[in-house]
């Protein structure tokens, strides 16, 4: 790693992660951890410390570093976790996942990212990591996951994922459409239980095929 990466990260974990209230010390250690740059296309890693989302291919992108931070605090990981994935992208949130739990499960809906994730995350050398191209809306994986995590915002609020959670588990979702959207932590309370409290507001790509409201016309 050049000196100019490590101080491009290091700036990116104080100004843009820490400053947007991620104050757990593990959470901040993962972005030193795992090479954000690895995970950037080619073409667009001079933007791989910058707080902007990066354009990927199918009109997809990666999240926020600040997001992404959130995202990894809210769920709480202790590294026992089996963890489910909604929205692979290129890999960066699957590997901090990994890199912070026993075993994920990645769904990603274009093979051609899930391909991409494989890859960046076989050259990091993780293993106990799953992607699996599939569209998450039609895929039942038939398990239950200590935590949950969807990368993409639902326009209208589906109640699959929180039943895919084990007693205790909990689901990271944002909820909404642009201009303003909601990131939610769902913990599974009981068989039957759910619990809801909101985090922060974002805007971030909606899940494609995810249910959305009908149309209001004259």
């Not at 999240?63 to 994935?85: I, Y």
């Not at 106990?128 to 809306?137: E, G, I, P, R, T």
């Amino acid at each position: 790693m050049t000196i100019l990466t490590a101080d491009a990260r290091e700036q990116m974990i104080e100004q843009q992660v820490r400053a947007w209230d991620v104050l757990d010390a593990r959470v901040l250690q993962i972005f030193r951890l795992v090479p954000r740059e690895h995970f950037v296309p080619e073409q667009q890693r001079f933007r791989a410390y910058a707080d902007a989302e990066v354009p990927l291919p199918h009109a997809q992108h990666m999240l926020r570093p600040s997001v992404a931070g959130r995202l990894l605090q809210a769920l709480e990981l202790t590294g026992s976790e089996h963890v489910l994935e909604i929205g692979t992208g290129t890999g960066f949130i699957t590997a901090c996942l990994r890199t912070m739990a026993a075993k994920v499960r990645s769904l990603e809906i274009f093979p051609e990212l899930a391909e991409l994730a494989r890859r960046n995350l076989s050259a990091a050398n993780l293993r106990d990591v799953d992607v699996v191209a599939a569209d998450a809306m039609q895929f039942d994986t038939g398990k239950r996951y200590g935590a949950i995590a969807v990368t993409a915002s639902l326009p209208v609020y589906d109640e699959r994922f929180q039943k895919q959670l084990e007693i205790g588990g909990r689901l990271f979702v944002v909820v909404g459409d642009a201009p303003v959207m909601e990131a939610r932590l769902i913990r599974r309370t009981g068989e039957e239980t759910w619990s809801s409290e909101s985090l922060f507001e974002t805007v971030i790509d909606p899940l494609v095929n995810a249910r959305r409201l009908p149309e209001f016309r004259f």
